[in-house]
């Protein structure tokens, strides 16, 4: 194993990738590597597998994204035969992964594709007709296609895994496993994990040969580039504090808890003057998109999301991470409070907690290896504001954009009678939320 240090800078070239990338990478102003992607990138074009270990924020995409894309050089696809699969928890970060190895991609001479739920069958079945190399992927719809016989991985040359632990947490192993199991025997592969349990040191044992394993020192270290604070407060007050903090300027991302929740926050948000997205599993994919294309956009934002629906938001600019319910554990802790401080970048993280909250976000804080400030806080006091930068709100309502009517087609009866029922796809919260018996639900959205 290797624990990444600072050690003398090398440039994409030294690592020994092929010159089309590093020119593509000088075009996007790309020309120093993190840490994860020095470390690793050497091994896996040398043909090893890889065991990546790192909190989100690290560079893993281009980590595996550029050798995967050096690796494929010379190699053709066939129809719905592709040649690289990388694995992903939700269609967020699987839309994500491929913004960044599509324009890769195309300076090797390789097409990509997202395969995720939400997004239209015909689409992506017609790419995969047209040879696309490299799918980026859910679970749940890429055995959809699979049971549908639209592919096969028999010809797979790299499968990448991309946040294992949180496709652990979301019950998604029996499907990854089904799904590497029809994988080319003896294809390179490469798992990019933050932590090894509920079952990822399985998959690691079961699935790569003799991986070379690299751990990037600084994210370990990314918790001190943070100032984290639990802020103990009256419930009465916890509104108006909310009200304050989300009015203030620079981007923000408020956690809760549950889909009604987030938008019982949103819409009090909206009511006092605080233009907010929501992002959760109830959300057409669609919606879901331009919330998080405008939240990226915009200088001074407010996003609000639970849990499931946030992971792989890789977003620059979040200066503020705000724990509005508590999370339910101390991964969810980092992972939320991960959304800030990344890249090297300096962010805070305030945690609301009423007085009867105080000691079990106490113990969560503590299992996470974070020491917070613990403060009372009183609506817009001297600490709120010099911390958060909470302002009053305008208490002008957010009147929000309608989209002109469409013509409405005349009623040709029941779309589905006489043909074939039509499948029903749940939200990432039923399909990962809760109790064991969900865990152990495969499909992804």
């Known amino acids: ?238 509104t108006d504090i909310s009200n304050q903090i989300a009015s203030r300027d620079g981007k923000s991302i408020f956690f809760v808890r549950t889909k009604r929740g987030a938008d019982k926050l949103a819409t009090n948000l909206s009511s006092v003057g605080v233009k907010v997205g929501t992002l959760h599993g109830g959300k057409s994919q669609a919606v879901r998109t331009r919330t998080l294309t405008r939240f990226k956009e915009q200088k001074s934002a407010v996003l609000v999301a639970t849990d499931v629906a946030a992971r792989g938001i890789h977003v620059d600019g979040i200066d503020l991470v705000v724990h509005y319910d508590a999370p339910a554990d101390f991964k969810d802790y980092l992972h939320r409070s991960g959304r800030t401080a990344r890249a090297g970048k300096t962010g805070r993280v305030v945690t609301l907690a009423t007085h009867k909250e105080q000691r079990a976000i106490g113990g969560i804080t503590t299992r996470a290896g974070v020491e917070p400030w613990v403060m009372a806080i009183r609506s817009m006091d001297e600490k709120l504001v010099s911390i958060t930068g909470a302002k009053r709100p305008t208490g002008i309502p957010v009147v929000e954009e309608t989209t002109p009517a469409q013509p409405q087609r005349p009623f040709r009866g029941p779309r589905n009678q006489g043909g074939k029922k039509r499948r029903k796809y749940g939200s990432d919260e039923r399909r990962s939320n809760g109790s064991a018996h969900r865990r152990k639900r495969s499909r992804s959205i």
Request: charged fraction near 25%; glycine fraction near 8%; proline fraction near 5%.
């Open 1 to 238: 194993m290797s624990l990444l240090a600072a050690e003398k800078q090398l440039t994409f070239r030294e690592l020994g990738l092929a010159s089309a990338l590093v020119n593509a990478l000088d075009a996007q102003g790309i020309t120093e590597p993190f840490p994860i992607q020095a470390a690793t990138i050497p091994d896996a074009i040398a043909g090893h597998d890889i065991l990546g270990r790192g909190q989100t924020g690290s560079g893993k995409t281009l980590a595996f994204g550029l050798a995967l894309l050096h690796n494929l050089k010379g190699i053709k696809a066939k129809p719905r035969k592709p040649i690289a699969l990388v694995l992903a928890p939700t269609r967020e970060l699987a839309q994500q992964i491929n913004d960044v190895l599509a324009p890769l991609a195309r300076a090797v001479g390789h097409d990509s594709v997202v395969i995720a739920g939400g997004m239209p069958y015909g689409k992506q079945i017609n790419a995969l007709k047209k040879s696309i190399s490299i799918l980026v992927a859910t679970p749940g719809r890429l055995i959809d296609l699979l049971e549908k016989e639209e592919l096969r991985l028999d010809e797979l040359q790299i499968a990448v895994l991309d946040e294992a632990d949180q496709m652990a947490d979301m019950g998604f192993l029996p499907a990854v496993k089904q799904i590497l199991n029809q994988a080319k025997k003896g294809g390179q592969r490469f798992l990019f994990s933050a932590t090894l349990d509920r079952g990822v040191d399985g998959l690691v044992r079961q699935y790569l040969n003799e991986p070379r394993t690299h751990t990037v020192k600084e994210i370990e270290g990314s918790k001190a580039k943070s100032e984290h604070y639990v802020f103990v407060l009256n419930h009465a007050e916890k």
